[in-house]
């Protein structure tokens, strides 16, 4: 996991370093003179070779957890994730609690019921959900919500610190539009094992035993049919840490996909790596919770 | 040969039989058609602007209204299908190239495995969309440069499931008897394990196509895709905020089409998958 990391911030930081311009030029404008930029160049370190200051950072980093300073923010990266990152993962919990909440059960039933009306909606469903752009639905949501029907606001983020009502009434918009999405792979994957699982020999002499249908398959039949779904919802939920940003930009939240949208675009390397490191840490260290909840719900597998 | 033709023929017969992907294939078709014949089916051309028609409900001089500096919605969208389709068609053919390759070679040679995987996994750690612009930021915005970003991204996903293939197929007697016979590697590549695997490949890349086409949207709706004033539905969508409260039609039907195209996308890939590989 480490060496993954430290070859994803080499490679970013490298990356970003061949990119035309730097921040100083973006900093200061395409009027600045030469002195002032090569000013504040020297001011920032960008003057010094790539390897010194990937050096730098890189000894920050591992000695002291210091993600270095945005250029462009004019502040600790590690602060600015520290700002922004609860926003997103927030969002990113909502959106999945939602997404599983829908999913799972619209998967089980159109599984159970086969062939059936309700099977023909949720494949319906989960084939529309995964073809339908979130920031269209996010517009959608946004015109129909907070223009036509004036009921929820139209973008921004309340902190629940300041109103809970308001933190709440600014979410709503954008955790359906996530967990809309999210839940028609959910429930795909759902269907698409729990049918596999109810194929099985086992099931079969369940049921010939004449236990019922609904304990068939809640107690013998979901847990099995649970594993892939399991591997589907973490990475999901690693995926939304980073994934939110076309959402964020829709209803105007401060996450951390937003913060790495303004790096990209003030070409600031040093907050695109800590950024993108962090995501990373996220996705790896979902993978390491999937593997273990994996024991939970099968005691046979043992790493 | 003719047992190959005729394998084809049944495949294709299944194919047609399958109402959903027929469906699919149709719309495709009607989109294809567009994108080709887009000058001569548009009524006006993408960047023609009719100063007395801005923001215009739609109306029988403009189907589908107008946006903010008159140009006409459905010339817009017309021609941007153009872009959605080069840039999902480059994107699926260029990344089952390079990650079929990378697939094919990893899963033949273990010890090259190790090393190529981690590789992909490095690159899989990341969400498509974050992943893509951060290519974009050190390519810079162009349609071919959205184009190479994300054949970057999807390159990896198509190895793993490329050398899944080649592990499950390497395994089959035919191979090892071919290979006690002395065929080469490049010829048990080539003639045994390649034409296997290809059934689960053109699935993938199907999937690929319609993702790179949302992705592609997705991208320029951001501003880091497709600039303007080209008319990438992204480019569309991203324009008709500023104005969504009084021509919610134009955010309404460009919308609507990456979700046609894209659903149609991803049925042909369902059909497909089913009478190829049932087992996906």
């Not at chain 1, 002032?36 to 790539?50: S, T, Y």
């Not at chain 1, 502040?75 to 919990?93: C, F, N, R, Y």
């Not at chain 1, 609690?97 to 009306?117: D, F, M, N, T, Y």
Request: proline fraction near 5%.
């Amino acid at each position: 996991m480490v060496l993954v990391l430290l070859t994803l911030s080499f490679l970013i930081y490298g990356l970003m370093d061949l990119i035309p311009g730097d921040p100083a030029t973006v900093s200061l404008g395409v009027r600045a003179t030469r002195e002032l930029v090569e000013a504040r160049r020297h001011a920032w370190g960008l003057d010094k070779p790539f390897l010194v200051r990937y050096g730098t950072w890189l000894k920050g980093v591992l000695l002291h957890g210091d993600l270095g300073k945005s250029f462009y923010l004019q502040e600790p990266v590690t602060k600015i994730i520290g700002e922004k990152l609860p926003v997103t993962l927030v969002l990113a919990t909502f959106g999945l609690v939602l997404a599983v909440g829908i999913g799972i059960p619209l998967g089980a039933v159109a599984a159970v019921h086969r062939g059936r009306l309700v099977d023909k909606l949720a494949i319906l469903f989960a084939t529309l959900g995964v073809s339908v752009p979130g920031f269209w639905m996010g517009l959608n949501f946004i015109f129909f919500f907070a223009v036509a029907l004036e009921w929820l606001p139209s973008g921004g983020y309340v902190p629940p610190s300041e109103s809970v009502l308001e933190w709440v009434r600014t979410l709503v918009l954008p955790v359906l539009a996530v967990g809309l999405i999210n839940a028609a792979s959910i429930a795909r994957m759902m269907r698409s094992t729990l049918l596999e699982v109810l194929g099985e020999m086992y099931v079969t002499v369940a049921r010939a035993k004449g236990v019922k249908e609904r304990l068939v398959v809640v107690k013998h039949a979901m847990r099995n049919a649970m594993l892939p779904v399991v591997t589907i919802i973490g990475l999901t939920y690693a995926g939304l840490v980073g994934g939110t940003v076309v959402i964020e930009t829709v209803f105007t939240i401060p996450g951390i996909s937003r913060a790495l949208l303004i790096a990209v675009n003030k070409r600031d390397n040093v907050l695109l790596t800590g950024c993108i490191l962090v995501v990373g840490f996220m996705f790896i260290f979902m993978n390491f919770l999937v593997d273990i909840l994996y024991t939970v719900l099968n005691p046979k597998i043992r790493y | 040969m003719d047992q190959s033709s005729s394998r084809v023929k049944k495949i294709l017969r299944r194919f047609v039989r399958n109402k959903a992907a027929m469906t699919g294939m149709v719309l495709l078709a009607v989109f294809v058609v567009l994108a080709v014949f887009a000058p001569w089916i548009a009524p006006y051309g993408p960047n023609k602007m009719d100063v007395r028609s801005i923001l215009s409900k739609p109306s029988s001089a403009h189907w589908l209204g107008t946006d903010d500096f008159g140009r006409d919605v459905l010339s817009r969208v017309i021609f941007g299908s153009r872009v959605s389709l080069r840039v999902g068609l480059s994107v699926s053919l260029l990344s089952a190239l390079f990650g079929g390759l990378i697939g094919l070679v990893s899963g033949y040679y273990r010890r090259l495995e190790g090393i190529m995987m981690r590789a992909m996994d490095t690159l899989l750690a990341f969400p498509e969309i974050l992943l893509a612009i951060a290519f974009m930021a050190v390519l810079g915005p162009s349609e071919l440069n959205a184009v190479l970003a994300l054949t970057l991204v999807y390159i990896p996903r198509t190895a793993r499931v490329c050398r899944s293939e080649v592990v499950s197929v390497k395994q089959e007697y035919y191979v090892e008897a071919a290979r006690a016979a002395g065929a080469s590697d490049a010829r048990i590549l080539r003639r045994h394990i390649l034409p296997n695997v290809l059934a689960a490949l053109i699935v993938q890349q199907t999937l690929v196509f319609g993702l790179a086409i949302l992705v592609e949207a997705a991208l320029s709706f951001l501003g880091v895709g497709t600039p303007p004033p080209a008319p990438s539905w992204g480019n569309i969508l991203n324009e008709s905020r500023d104005f969504l409260r009084v021509a919610p039609w134009v955010s309404l039907w460009s919308g609507s089409v990456i979700v046609v195209v894209v659903l149609a996308v991803n049925l042909v890939g369902d059909g497909l998958r089913d009478v190829l590989d049932p087992k996906m």
